[in-house]
């Protein structure tokens, strides 16, 4: 099959196995360059380790200390004439490169949520890893089925209280408009919570602990976002602001649950506005993105997943360092985003960008270029009108 990139609005529903590999490669390559991170994790749970910033805890776990990694995520396999996701062939990439590398990876594809792949990969670590010494939970999701009511919860990304307008991109026919976003019901922040909220990730880590899968002084992180006050009536004060409360919220209950073992920690680690496919969803967040991608690049201080993680383990969580916190217990790798002298350039150019200097006053060429990439699509040396194989199965 030739398999060319096919974008319906914030998706692209083909992606392209080589080119899934190639980048994967790219970020184990970054990673290696970066030296050895040591002391580093060695037995890893990464819970959403398939694309964006689960797949780079992996990769920076794997190829920056040599651990063995459980990954868990939910991506779908190729069918007749359909593309698997690239989470299926990033997943692919990364253990056979692993393995290749004497490391051990295995996978589980399945709903997190579920007590069943909880069960399963409990299993799995009881059995092969004996223990972990850092769960890394970096889920983003649609919906959740709660595990125990059976009620399924679907997330929104609505601003709280009263409607909410301004600029957006659609990033592919390159048109800027403006958005109105209607505020969230009761119900509605209440389900956003549910699903992106802490409950899960408590769920995992309790029963991580009462199987005695925690080795002592385990580490646990997941991530956040804050950004600028552009975006905070749709995200920090939004639907998915409030669920991110209840992350934090969750990081103090697990870190004294951590604490009591062998004085393990758990926090959330802030991290940089990047092209994922979680947050090309987010109305207004392209723009942004795309306008900081060229402040930052300019300033060179851009920085993608990959790098974002080597350096919260390299100069926060491992090699012989101790996290940051800021005022509220958070670790903050998004610190070079946030400078004033980034953000005042936002400023600056956000009230002036139309559909007509898009291209000349944002970096929008950029993030069309890192969002095919996530699908396996522009990477140098694939050979894009050559037959591939869509179908591979799952190591
Ligand atoms: P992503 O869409 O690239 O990755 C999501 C991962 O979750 C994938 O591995 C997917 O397979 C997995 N997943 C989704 N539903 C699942 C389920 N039911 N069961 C098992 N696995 C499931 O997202 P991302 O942007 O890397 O986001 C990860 C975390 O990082 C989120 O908490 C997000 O809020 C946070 N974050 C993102 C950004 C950003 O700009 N992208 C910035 C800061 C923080």
Redesign the pocket.
Known sequence: MIIKPKVRGFVCVTAHPEGCAAHVQQWIDHVKAQGPITPGPKKVLV?????????ASRVAAAFGSGAATLG????RPSEEGRPATP?WYNSIAFTKAARAAGLYAKNLN????SDD?KRQALELIRTDLGQVDLVV?????P??THPKTGAVHRSCLKPVGQPYTNKTVDPDKGIVSTVTIDPADEQEVADTIAV?GGEDWEMWMQALSDAHLLAPGAQAV????IGPEVTWAVYKNGT?GLA?ND?ERAARHIDSLLKLNGGGRAFIS??????????SAIPV?PLY?AILYKIMKAKGTHEG?IEQVQRLFATHMYAGKTPKFDEAGRVRV?DWEMRAEIQDAVQDIWPRITTENLDAETDIEGYRSEFLK?FGFGLPGIDYEAETEPHVPML
């Open positions: 819970i959403g380790s398939s694309t964006g910033y689960g797949l868990i995520f939910f991506e989470g399945g709903d997190a949520f792949i939970y970096s889920l983003a999701s919906r959740r992106m997941a991530y956040s976002y998915i991110k992350l802030v991290n940089k506005a990047l092209v994922t496919q979680a947050s967040v993105i997943c998004d996530l």
